[in-house]
């Protein structure tokens, strides 16, 4: 097979951002660009070559095409094997997995998340590695470094690979597996929760749900799962079919994206329980009838029921969540007497923890929650310990969390995003708040008195890895907090994010509407940042 040295020039833009690297589609047609990020991958990691890889992705515009380009440049690298997804779809967890199964050296995922797709829409390509999971800082840091240097890349002329049959495929001296994208992972999860149980209760007659895979990569997996292993009516999952613009919508599993599931949740004939999960398959949304369950609550919740669960009977190890995420979950961990790590924004940063083996569960306020039977969050896991809880307590969504809340307080949460502000701008504002840092502690705002503040730094305790700049955070003496960052994930100007925390104990005061209840930290939000001189905006454009 001939191998091609092609010429190019470096892109400046290729720094992997929370989640690797995002771009809209246009920007990655560009002459060479997603040939270039993939050869500094290959270049960066020497040990990927005469190894197996695992490729796939969320299904969306251009996926098709760049798992035929990947394929070329993986052959000119000498890539042993290559196991795709058929069809090219592979959910972010079960790339996780598949690699973990297989002892495959890394993983190629493609997806932009939530992101929009289709041709005007997001593109984004991850690095997964040996451990199954996101790759660490070091990685995408040499993937960086090696992006600004490159002078050539390395590309096979072969024939085009037919990715629609499941089976074996040699190209040059590199194999080819194409799998079932769907069938390594759903035996995954029957063999972590009661399928039984959550058959019986599906198959009830008294019990309704509905899952909306918003035309993204879990329709298949939901599909095998909830209607055909666990017997749920068909039509139980909504929207199912992977399409390559998402069917024109944000594959964003919240209130404003997932609308449909939220009208029906929220209306007079609600299902028992709602849930969504994202473009690759990583997020999720919990809904009970007219009830949303926030992100922090759900991981506090399944941390604080894990027992109920076959494969985390024997108790949980430790816990982490992401220092933006609220401290529902720490609460949980004390009374259980076992740890609890403050993690920065990025499911990376779970790594060395769940490798370690110091904790089981992790989650994230942006609707992500995991446990260690991969090393990525997991969308439809997490739906499916809601239902196995559900089944085993024989209780509402809202009766088990509000059960939650009169036993360890109430985390009142929000999280304030203003998008698409000018990347100055918001620098600016940061740069105000930060230089806020060192004048507020002791100071008071009515009946908040911030106790301390400081840019988040984070030291892997595994690794010694430090982090630095990751968050400004300000703590109140009554456990409130209120944190500015910056999204790393977005594909137009820069995203503040504003998350606002409180602890409420008095049993009268648990049922507030949450922006009721964290009215007066929003106002001080305001008032320290000035985030509507800033950007112009007097209100988020998202709230959660
Ligand atoms: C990614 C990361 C998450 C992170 C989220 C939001 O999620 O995997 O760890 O919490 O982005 O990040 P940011 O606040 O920087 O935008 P996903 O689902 O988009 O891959």
Same mark, same amino acid.
């Given at each position: ?75 000119? !690298? ?36 939530? !992101? ?235 790594? !060395? ?192």
């Amino acid at each position: 097979m001939e191998i091609s040295v092609v010429s190019t020039h470096p892109y400046h833009d290729q720094k992997p951002g929370t989640s690797g690297l995002r771009k809209q589609v246009a920007h990655f047609r560009k002459a060479h660009y997603l040939e270039n990020f993939v050869q500094c991958i290959f270049d960066s990691q020497p040990g990927l070559r005469g190894a197996e890889l695992i490729l796939g992705g969320d299904g969306r515009f251009f996926n098709r095409e760049a798992i035929q380009i990947i394929l070329r440049i993986a052959l000119a !690298n000498e890539i042993r094997k290559v196991t795709v997804g058929r069809a090219g779809i592979l959910s972010t967890p079960a790339v996780s997995h598949l690699i973990r199964k297989r002892g495959a050296a890394g993983g190629i995922v493609l997806s932009a998340s939530h !992101n929009p797709g289709g041709p005007g829409g997001d593109f984004g390509i991850k690095f997964n590695v040996a451990n199954g999971g996101p790759a660490p800082e070091s990685v995408t840091n040499a993937i960086y470094a090696a992006s600004r240097e490159i002078q050539h890349y390395r590309i096979a002329q072969s024939p085009h690979v037919d990715i629609d049959h499941v089976g074996h495929t040699q190209l040059g001296e590199m194999e080819i597996e194409i799998v079932d994208p769907v069938a390594d992972y759903a035996d995954l999860m029957e063999s972590l929760f009661d399928f039984d149980a959550m058959r019986a209760l599906l198959q009830s007659g008294r019990f309704q749900m509905r899952f909306d895979a918003m035309h993204a990569v879990t329709g298949p997996y939901a599909r095998e799962i909830l209607e055909e292993r666990l017997g749920a009516p068909q039509g139980t999952v909504m929207r199912p079919e992977p399409l390559a613009d998402f069917g024109g919508r944000h594959p964003d599993p919240n209130l404003t994206h997932a609308r449909e599931l939220a009208e029906l949740m929220f209306g007079r004939e609600a299902p028992d329980f709602g849930a969504a999960s994202d473009g690759d398959g990583d997020r999720n949304m919990i809904l009970g009838r007219g009830f949303f369950v926030s992100p922090s609550d759900s991981l506090a919740v399944l941390a604080a029921n894990a027992r109920l669960v076959p494969a985390y009977r024997d108790g949980l190890r430790g816990v982490a969540r992401s220092m933006p995420t609220s401290q529902a979950v720490d609460a949980v961990a004390q009374s259980l007497g076992i740890p609890c790590y403050e993690t920065p924004t990025g499911w990376k940063f779970f790594g !060395n923890l769940l490798d370690d083996g110091r904790i089981t569960l992790c989650g994230e306020e942006s609707f992500g929650t995991s446990s260690d039977h991969v090393r990525e969050k997991d969308g439809l896991w997490a739906v499916l310990f809601w239902l196995n809880l559900i089944a085993a307590r024989g209780e509402s969504v809202s009766e088990i969390v509000r059960d939650h809340w009169r036993r360890f307080g109430r985390h009142y949460y929000s999280r304030h995003d203003y998008e698409e502000i000018d990347s100055d701008r918001a620098e600016a504002l940061m740069e105000r708040v930060r230089s806020a840092l060192p004048e507020l502690p002791g100071q008071e705002f009515g009946a908040l008195r911030i106790r301390a503040a400081d840019d988040f730094g984070y030291t892997d305790p595994v690794d010694g890895s430090i982090s630095t700049g990751q968050g400004l955070r300000f703590l109140f003496e009554d456990d409130a907090r209120l944190v500015y960052r910056l999204s790393g994930t977005g594909t137009h100007g820069a995203t503040l994010r504003v998350y606002l925390e409180r602890h409420e104990t008095r049993p009268e005061q648990l049922d507030q509407d949450s922006q009721y209840a964290l009215a007066p930290l929003i106002e001080l939000a305001e008032q320290i940042a000035d985030i509507t001189g800033c950007t112009g905006k007097d209100r988020p454009d998202v709230v959660t």
